[in-house]
């Protein structure tokens, strides 16, 4: 949706900055203006300003400005649309919408008032376990027997889940309405409605909050020793466990205070800690730590110090954050990983050696440049030439990962002293070493040949007859060829002549009809070959493109896709895999929005200009939300372009399980779970790879 300008500001008129910052910073008058702690930088002096005349906030410390709705995207972590929105409301205003459909308005209002109807929901099944706690002496004595004091307890809103199977009842009148099953708290048998009964029994519930301080699930714990010992609220249009962190909305003001959050794995490490002085401490929930984990954390913190078990599993675990860490590792953030000794939780090891000792601990965690490393040469003796090839293929998608800067160029020679190569040839090894069909390195950008077809088109098993619509890289031509970008993507040039113009695209008059989840199936087809002997040939567009361009069309996909997946695309080099990153925040901070909404947000984004591309029409004009017949098109699409690509991803891997043979027992099992995940896909793939 495009908000007008308009209405901003007046939004920003009507609003008093003085009192949305208040809510947050404690504000004292001096002179005209108002005077707090920066929320932003720790200080002791206050130097953060707010002036009621011009509705604007400046720190002299740190340089932080900007109005109310700045404010709230700041330090509340709201997107644009949330921030303008969440003003709005405070103020009774309705956020007028110029280019979105009715029916886009329609379905945007929907999912608000759903999300609002099931945080409601949730809050008062939290607010009713918390009553529910003060009659429970054994969950009080289990707090108590973990040192959790009851103004802890009420800071977290711990509350307790009874045994009876419906005890939500008395609660929630209508037992049977869909909102208690949806926002999980419910379950529904196989057999039917009345074999409804309570998800949470007999558990102390931790109530799981988004960084608004909305109820957004529940983690329940058991008081004795029964399975399984915690137990989280499923997925809901408000709760995703792979992108929230337990304890965050508590911790945010810490982290400031504290100058880095500490993630650690469970709920009680979480509310222990801040019970011993550590306020600062998230938890995930029962998964490893992601890249959409990461990205929350340093939208308020730019020092994470990851806390793990000594152990086998807490090294796998480090291992997995490091991953989703990796490419926000940049020359200004600090990345460090803790490990525990075996027989010690973060609250034991307190309790034992003090909060001092603790700090102490923290302060001296491995970097994250040294841990890279330790993973890297795992396995590898150094000691010969084959061990030291084998740390330089580990090596190389962990480097890769990381944005440039000086970091990244610093460890690239750690690297090169440890292998016993130099820097340069490393960089000439790992990049010609990079698939010849699949792209370029990801600190590269692609060099487009004129006379040559294009290397980015890595559809390497597939049929000619898959290419049917696509065009070869032009040459030379009598009355211009296509002009392109640095990178390879054709100027202006809209993806092909279509009959439909406006819509997703019709069926070209060459071979091939588009059938099941063919490239050129109906909706989402790139081109055509009507016309081509009267127009400069188009640069076919590579696999990312098209995903992209089907996701942005079709947001509600991004979530029907598999973790696996996700990653997949966020870790695409260059501007491709930040438009990914970007739009699965998008779907965290908004939920599934239309493409008219989606292109509000991406304005000044670096990859706005590449997104315009994929997304205009021939006529230049926007491609339309597929509905119907053709948005199921689109998904199979999707799914076929998806399938090439985890294709790929699964080869690699092998290449690497093939590369450790030698040096681990285990790398030929890998090589065979991976073989038969990679026929299972072509299997789905059939026809269109052959044999």
């Known amino acids: 949706m495009t908000i007008p300008a308009s209405f901003i500001q007046e939004l920003i008129a009507r609003a008093d900055v003085v009192e949305i910052v208040g809510r947050y910073v404690p504000l004292k008058k001096a002179g005209a203006n108002f005077m707090g702690l920066c929320p932003f930088h720790g200080e002791k002096s206050p130097s953060f300003s707010v002036s009621p005349t011009k509705q604007f906030y400046h720190c002299f410390g740190c340089g932080v400005h900007g109005n109310a709705i700045g404010f709230l995207m700041e330090h509340a972590g709201m997107g644009f649309v949330e921030a303008v929105h969440d003003l709005a409301g405070q103020y009774g205003l309705q956020v007028p919408e110029d280019d979105a459909s009715p029916e886009e308005r329609a379905r945007a209002a929907n999912q608000r008032q759903k999300q609002a109807t099931l945080t409601d929901v949730l809050e008062k099944a939290g607010e009713a376990f918390r009553k529910q706690l003060r009659q429970a002496p054994g969950a009080i004595e289990y707090l108590k027997g973990r040192g959790v004091s009851g103004e802890v307890a009420k800071q977290f809103g711990i509350g307790y889940a009874p045994p009876g199977w419906r005890t939500l009842a008395s609660v929630f009148p209508e037992y049977d309405n ?367 493109d098209v995903a992209a361009r089907l996701l942005l069309s079709n947001m509600h996909e991004w979530e029907a896709q598999s973790h696996e997946l996700h990653e997949l695309l966020c870790a695409l080099p260059g501007e491709h895999g930040q438009l990914f990153t970007w739009l699965d925040g998008q779907m965290h901070e908004h939920g599934v929005q239309p493409w008219a909404a989606l292109r509000e947000g991406l304005r000044g984004q670096p990859f706005e200009p590449m997104v315009e591309r994929l997304m205009s029409g021939p006529d230049g004009g926007p491609v339309a939300d597929p509905e119907g017949e053709q948005a199921a098109d689109a998904a199979k699409e999707l799914r076929n372009v998806l399938d090439f690509m985890l294709d790929d991803l699964l080869k690699a891997r092998q290449s690497e399980a093939i590369a450790a043979v030698g040096s681990d027992p285990q790398a030929l099992e890998r090589y065979k779970a991976l073989e038969k995940r990679r026929l299972e896909l072509r299997h789905r793939l059939k026809p269109s790879v052959p044999g």
């Not at 810490?254 to 801040?274: C, H, I, P």
């Open 178 to 544: 869909p909102l208690l099953a949806e926002s999980g708290l419910v379950i529904v048998g196989e057999d039917g409605e009345d074999k409804r009964y309570d998800r949470f029994r007999d558990r102390v519930m931790f109530p799981i909050r988004n960084v608004k301080g909305e109820c957004i699930g529940f983690g329940g714990r058991v008081l004795g020793d029964e399975k399984p010992k915690y137990l989280n609220s499923p997925e809901t249009p408000v709760f995703s466990k792979g992108r929230e962190l337990y304890g965050l909305y508590e911790a945010r003001a810490a982290f400031r205070d504290r100058g880095y959050a500490l993630v650690t794995e469970g709920y009680m490490d979480v509310v222990a800690l801040a019970q011993l002085g550590f306020p600062n401490a998230v938890a995930t929930l029962g998964t490893a730590c992601t890249t959409e984990h990461v990205q929350k954390l340093f939208r308020f913190t730019d020092s994470v110090v990851f806390s793990f078990d000594g152990d086998a599993a807490g090294r796998r675990a480090a291992r997995k954050a490091l991953d989703g860490a990796l490419p926000y590792a940049t020359d200004v953030r600090s990345v460090k990983f803790l490990f525990l000794p075996a027989e010690h939780d973060p609250d034991s090891f307190i309790r034992e050696h003090g909060a001092e000792a603790f700090a102490r601990f923290v302060s001296e965690a491995t970097p994250l440049s040294r841990f890279m490393i330790e993973a890297a040469r795992e396995g590898c003796d150094l000691g010969s030439a084959e061990g030291r090839a084998h740390m330089t293929a580990n090596a190389r998608p962990l480097w890769s990962a990381m944005p440039d800067g000086a970091l990244k160029r610093q460890l690239l020679g750690e690297i090169a002293e440890l292998v016993q190569l130099g820097a340069a040839d490393i960089e000439a090894l790992w990049s010609a070493a990079a698939p010849a069909r699949g792209g370029a390195r990801r600190d590269a950008p692609r060099e487009a040949s004129r006379d040559a077809p294009p290397d980015y088109l890595d559809f390497p098993d597939a049929p000619s007859s898959d290419y049917q619509g696509y065009q070869a890289h032009p040459g030379p031509q009598e009355g211009g060829g296509q002009r392109y970008e640095d990178d390879g993507t054709p100027i202006s040039a809209g993806w092909g002549k279509r009959k439909d113009r406006g819509s997703w695209g019709g069926k070209g008059k060459g071979k091939g009809k588009g059938q099941g989840g063919d490239w050129r199936s109906a909706r989402g087809s790139f081109g055509s070959t009507e016309g081509s002997a009267t127009r400069p040939r188009l640069r076919p567009p590579g696999r990312a």
